[in-house]
């Protein structure tokens, strides 16, 4: 499940794109964390929760497909 992976979010006028390679989702759920707690950010805590969820399905979908 290595590659090149991407997840964005677009709030208001800001864009936030996080990309990573597939394996690293826990560095990336670290990142979320640290941007919500960051309060000089739009991005909060239901944006880390709705991507984490995002990351989550996309990972389901793929373990899906390996098991065929």
């Given at each position: 499940?290595k ?46 929760a ?14 899906d497909?390996?098991a065929?």
């Amino acid at each position: 499940m290595k590659g090149m992976r991407q997840l964005s979010l677009v709030k208001g006028s800001e864009r936030f794109v996080f990309r990573y390679i597939g394996g690293d989702e826990a560095k990336v759920i670290d990142a979320f964390a640290t941007l919500a707690s960051d309060r000089s950010t739009k991005f909060d805590w239901f944006d880390a929760a709705v991507l984490s969820y995002q990351m989550g399905r996309r990972l389901e979908t793929e373990l899906d497909e390996v098991a065929k």
